[in-house]
């Protein structure tokens, strides 16, 4: 099991940047895959980026690309969502999640952990 817990979101202005943070605490977080998904008033949950256990591949949803890095540091058990050239519609509550199976799945459901969320909020 993996107890996951996020940090780093924040009030910002557009063009901004932010670093997110999730710490992982469990013997396995080394050998799942981790996801970043954000969910605004009144949308649904979205995936923002994914990234493999060892880290050697990443994903990310179109509207990200170019701005947001995902990587992980797992002698840390740390992931990390560097966030880049912001927009409010990027406000959102971000949450970090974990994949026992290592799919780095763009779909929430194939995640079985999940953080309490931060908030990132934008100003224009």
């Known amino acids: 099991q993996v107890q996951l817990v996020e940090s780093g979101g924040g009030l910002v202005q557009a063009g901004g940047s932010l670093r997110l943070s999730c710490v992982g605490a469990g013997r396995l977080f080394s050998s799942h895959a981790m996801g970043w998904f954000r969910q605004a008033p009144g949308k649904e949950r979205e995936f923002v980026a994914a990234?493999?256990?060892?880290?050697?591949?990443?994903y990310y949803t179109d509207t990200v690309k170019g701005r947001f890095t995902i990587s992980r540091d797992n002698a840390e058990k740390t992931a990390f969502l560097q966030m880049n050239s912001l927009k409010p519609e990027d406000t959102a509550v971000y949450y970090c999640?974990?994949?026992?199976?290592?799919?780095?799945?763009?779909?929430?459901?194939?995640?079985?952990?999940w953080g309490q969320g931060t908030q990132v909020t934008v100003s224009s």
């Open positions: 990234i493999t256990w060892d880290g050697s591949r990443t």
């Open positions: 999640a974990a994949d026992s199976f290592g799919r780095a799945s763009p779909h929430f459901y194939d995640y079985a952990y």
